[in-house]
Nanobody, 124 residues
Framework: QVQLVESGGGLVQAGGSLRLSCAASGRRFNSYAMGWFRQAPGKERDIVAA????????YSADSVKGRFTISRDNAKNTVYLQMNSLKPEDTAVYYC?????????????????WGQGTQVTVSS
């Protein structure tokens, strides 16, 4: 099991940027695939981006492609989500998740551990 703590959320104007961080405990971080999900009020939790254990393989949802970038630093046990050109529709609680599967996955059911979430609010 791995403990995950997100940070970096906040209030930003449309067009602005934020960088979310997810710090993980545990010595096996570099064997986990990681993902960022988000959930807006009244909506389901959706995949935003995912990354494999090495950082060499990534996925971005169509809604954020070209604006958001996922990356990881295994030496720091941290995964990041750089969010640029933010839009009001990006407003949601953002969650970090870890999967014991080495390969990249976009299926939330294949993630084993979740953080508590961090709120991102984009004003128009």
């Amino acid at each position: 099991q791995v403990q995950l703590v997100e940070s970096g959320g906040g209030l930003v104007q449309a067009g602005g940027s934020l960088r979310l961080s997810c710090a993980a405990s545990g010595r096996r971080f570099n064997s986990y695939a990681m993902g960022w999900f988000r959930q807006a009020p009244g909506k389901e939790r959706d995949i935003v981006a995912a990354i494999d254990w090495s950082g060499g393989g990534t996925y971005s949802a169509d809604s954020v492609k070209g604006r958001f970038t996922i990356s990881r630093d295994n030496a720091k046990n941290t995964v990041y989500l750089q969010m640029n050109s933010l839009k009001p529709e990006d407003t949601a609680v953002y969650y970090c998740a870890a999967s014991t599967r080495v390969g990249l996955t976009t299926d939330s059911l294949k993630y084993d551990d979740w953080g508590q979430g961090t709120q991102v609010t984009v004003s128009s």
